[in-house]
Structure formats: structure tokens, C-alpha cells
């Protein structure tokens, strides 16, 4: 079986589309720059030294937490993740536990970390921490979900019989592709959950805000490239015409 070291910058699909944050701003989020080539010296080539290895957790990857998860100077152990050709678990699913103190019993899929073929499931395979203990206070018990493996400690449940079985994906006669179970043939469905990001529940119930680029507005063409820098527009759009002439430079 082949494995592959998942600790540089990518950022897994599903967790752009949870986020429904734009791709420059997670990665700007992520970026460790440590030094770079000072801009407006062109005659160096362009350079930096940055942090490019990163382990993924259960926190997300622009958030403080994950930052913290992954201090500067510190080298983490090496992590090994199995590929994955096609992702068949999503938010929503109903799965059963093959390991853990939980094994046998089924549940909902709540978090998918699709960057370390995690998933967690709702109020299974939890552990309990202490917080806030101190002398006269016992402290506040924190139940949290732990992550399990997609490839050896999960399987989807048939929602025919209510049985784990192992996937397929095929395609149906309008060529869509769904998962179908190993065992009945049945379709699995991709449940609608699958479907809510950080901002909604479904597309449909979203509401558009002033600050929204409406899908009417997008196949209009608001701005025409023209061979000219943003002083000249500005210059011509107030009548300024320049009639300085510049004086000759030389390069060695």
C-alpha cells in the first residue's frame, strides 16, 4: 500500500467549500514568510524563505489555533496519509465505528478533515478534559469528539437495512455520479448537510447582502483593459494632459 507525506500547504476541497472563504485568503492565512526579495529591485531574482511544512489538525487552517499548532522553529513528527482517489464520506452521513470504545455503534458524521482522512462523529469516540480547576472549584468537564480514520475505522451504513457495507461510485443513466453499496446495490445519497458552509444551511436559504456580487452581475463587462496605468486613467478622466518630456536613463 502506498503512502504519501501530507505535510506541505494544500488545503483539501471540502474544506474550501465548509469555508466559503476565497483560495487567496486561505492561503495568505497559511503563509509563514520568513524573508523575501525587497519589491522594486528587479535586477535580483526573486526570492524567499518561508515555512513549507505544515500538520494538519482538526482546527482549520486560517484560524489561531492552527497557527499554534504549528510554531516556527519547531519540527514536527513526520505524518503519513494513504491517498484517497475518490472522497466518499460527508457531513451528514451516517457511519458506523469499526475501533474505539465505541466500536459497533453508528452515528453522525459532525467534521470532515479531509487533508489527514479524518472524520469525526457526533458524540462518539469522545474524550473528557478537565478546564478551569482550581482550589474550591472542581472544574467544567469539556466532552470533545475524536478523529477517527476513514480507510480502517469508519464504513458507511446502508440507509436500506441500517448495515455497514463498503462503496462504489458509478455513474447512472444521466451519467451523475453517486455511490451505490457493495452489498445491496443500493444509492446512497449524499445527505443535504454535505451541502451547509460556515455562512449557510443550503444555497437556497442564503440571502444576498449589499456587498455581494449578484449572478446577474457577473457575465456583464464592467472594466476594459487598456495599454495604460492607473495614473493615466485618472489623468484623463480629469482633463490633465501631460506635456513634461521625461529625461533619457541608461542601464550598465
Not at 467549500?17 to 519589491?39: C, D, F, G, Q
Not at 458524540?123 to 474550591?136: E, S, V
Amino acid at each position: 500500500m502506498r503512502f504519501s507525506k501530507y505535510l506541505y500547504n494544500r488545503v483539501a476541497e471540502l474544506t474550501k467549500k465548509y469555508s466559503n472563504l476565497p483560495e487567496e485568503y486561505i492561503k495568505r492565512s497559511m503563509e509563514r514568510v520568513y524573508w523575501r526579495t525587497p519589491r522594486g529591485l528587479p535586477q535580483y531574482q526573486r526570492r524567499e524563505v518561508a515555512k513549507r511544512k505544515f500538520v494538519f489538525t482538526v482546527d482549520r487552517p486560517w484560524t489561531q489555533e492552527f497557527k499554534m499548532a504549528n510554531p516556527d522553529g519547531v519540527s514536527k513528527p513526520k505524518v503519513f496519509v494513504e491517498p484517497i482517489k475518490d472522497w466518499s464520506f460527508f457531513r451528514g452521513d451516517r457511519v458506523e465505528l469499526l475501533a474505539g470504545p465505541d466500536k459497533g455503534k453508528q452515528g453522525i458524521v459532525c467534521q470532515v478533515v479531509q487533508e489527514r482522512n479524518w472524520v469525526l462523529v457526533e458524540g462518539l469516540n469522545c474524550t473528557h478534559r478537565m478546564l478551569g480547576k482550581r482550589r474550591g472549584f472542581p472544574g467544567v468537564c469539556v466532552k470533545s469528539e475524536q478523529p477517527l480514520l476513514v480507510t480502517s475505522q469508519v464504513a458507511l451504513v446502508d440507509p436500506a437495512d441500517l448495515q455497514s457495507t463498503k462503496i462504489e461510485w458509478r455513474y447512472t443513466e444521466s451519467g451523475e455520479k453517486v455511490r451505490v453499496s457493495a452489498r445491496t446495490g443500493r444509492i446512497i445519497p449524499i445527505p443535504a448537510l454535505a451541502e451547509e458552509t460556515y455562512d449557510y444551511k443550503t444555497r437556497a436559504t442564503y440571502k444576498e447582502s449589499v456587498k455581494d456580487t449578484r449572478a446577474s452581475e457577473i457575465s456583464q463587462i464592467t472594466f476594459e483593459p487598456k495599454l495604460r496605468t492607473f495614473e493615466m486613467d485618472i489623468m484623463e478622466a480629469m482633463g490633465i494632459k501631460e506635456e513634461r518630456v521625461p529625461a533619457k536613463s541608461y542601464w550598465y
